[in-house]
């Protein structure tokens, strides 16, 4: 058995050759020119909402970011999909603040945002996560994330999800 056997054998790449089998006649096949490295990103993309449906580790990552003083919130990056679990937070002498979602009662409450203290509660709206009340002191922020990869700029990048689909990213990027 050889290593792409195995690897086109994975339940992973057999579900996501079903669906781009399903997905490829809805393609808007009329354009008139379009690059490979278009095409490429569109079916990564394709591939990586069928991995995020799945919850698949390949999309996994665990992201930490300073939290200055004062500041309360952070923006996760530009590949962020969802939050895995909730944030914690390292202080300087890398003790772990857990926190808990902002209950939807304190959300106009202005004594806990206008407050500067130990952060306790986090809230998520779109790509930023708020820290209530706003630290006095800086923190590392660590939370696990699912993140799409970067897109492909180049004929000579490194494609996505460990060569798992290597095959069926060009396969397919020339039916588009």
Request: hydrophobic share 40%.
């Given at each position: 058995?050889?290593?792409?056997?195995?690897?086109?054998?994975?339940?992973?790449?057999?579900?996501?050759?079903?669906?781009?089998?399903?997905?490829?006649?809805?393609?808007?096949?009329?354009?008139?020119s379009?690059?490979?490295?278009t095409?490429?990103?569109?079916?990564?993309?394709?591939?990586?909402?069928?991995?995020?449906?799945?919850?698949?580790?390949?999309?996994?990552t665990?992201?930490?970011?300073?939290?200055?003083?004062s500041?309360?919130?952070?923006?996760?990056?530009?590949?962020?999909?969802?939050?895995?679990?909730?944030p914690?937070l390292?202080?300087?002498?890398?003790?772990?603040?857990?926190?808990?979602?902002?209950?939807k009662?304190?959300?106009?409450d202005s004594?806990?945002?206008?407050?500067?203290g130990?952060?306790?509660y986090f809230?998520?709206?779109g790509?930023?996560?708020?820290?209530?009340?706003?630290?006095?002191?800086?923190y590392?922020?660590?939370?696990?994330?699912?993140g799409?990869?970067a897109?492909?700029?180049?004929?000579?990048?490194?494609?996505?999800?460990a060569?798992?689909?290597?095959?069926?990213?060009?396969?397919?990027?020339?039916?588009i």
């Amino acid at each position: 058995m050889t290593i792409y056997s195995t690897i086109s054998s994975s339940p992973y790449v057999t579900s996501v050759k079903t669906l781009w089998e399903k997905l490829l006649p809805r393609l808007d096949l009329q354009r008139t020119s379009v690059d490979f490295l278009t095409c490429c990103n569109e079916v990564i993309e394709i591939i990586t909402n069928h991995l995020w449906l799945r919850k698949s580790d390949l999309l996994r990552t665990t992201h930490t970011e300073a939290l200055p003083a004062s500041t309360n919130f952070i923006e996760l990056p530009y590949d962020f999909i969802a939050v895995e679990c909730t944030p914690v937070l390292l202080d300087s002498e890398g003790n772990t603040i857990k926190l808990v979602n902002l209950p939807k009662e304190l959300l106009f409450d202005s004594s806990i945002t206008e407050e500067e203290g130990v952060p306790e509660y986090f809230d998520l709206v779109g790509s930023f996560v708020y820290f209530y009340p706003a630290p006095e002191d800086a923190y590392t922020v660590k939370l696990e994330m699912y993140g799409k990869p970067a897109p492909l700029t180049s004929m000579s990048a490194q494609l996505p999800f460990a060569g798992m689909f290597n095959f069926l990213i060009g396969d397919n990027a020339v039916k588009i």
